[in-house]
C-alpha cells in the first residue's frame, strides 16, 4: 500500500475528488492547507505572500494502483495547457498497515 498526498490549489479540489471517484478512488481525506513552493510565494508590487492557501489530499491505495491515481490528480489538478507554477506538488509514500477502527480489520 501507498500514501498519495497531493497539494493542489484550492479551486482544483472539486475536480480532482470528482474524477478521483470516477476512476474508483473513493477514498479521499481532504485538509486546508498553507505554504509556498520553488516559487517562493507571491509578489504584487512591495507585498510578498509566502503562504498560500491550498488543498492536501490524502488517498491510500493499492501499489500497483498508484500510477493510475496520480495520473488522475495530475490531469485534473493542472491547469492551462501545460499546467501552471503553483499547480501543486505529489508526494508518495509507503504504508506499513492500515486498520478499521469499528471492526479492527487489517488492509483496505
Not at 57 to 84: P, Y
Amino acid at each position: 500500500m501507498v500514501l498519495i498526498r497531493a497539494i493542489v490549489r484550492p479551486e482544483k479540489v472539486s475536480n480532482v475528488t470528482q474524477e478521483l471517484l470516477s476512476a474508483d478512488f473513493r477514498a479521499v481525506t481532504k485538509m486546508s492547507v498553507f505554504g509556498r513552493g520553488r516559487q517562493k510565494g507571491i509578489k504584487i508590487g512591495d507585498l510578498v505572500y509566502d503562504e498560500i492557501p491550498k488543498e492536501m489530499l490524502m488517498i491510500v491505495c493499492k501499489r500497483e494502483d498508484a500510477e493510475d491515481a496520480i495520473r488522475v490528480i495530475m490531469d485534473s489538478a493542472r491547469t492551462g495547457e501545460n499546467g501552471n507554477y503553483g499547480d501543486g506538488r505529489i508526494f508518495v509514500s509507503p504504508v506499513e498497515a492500515a486498520y478499521t477502527v469499528s471492526t479492527g480489520k487489517k488492509g483496505l
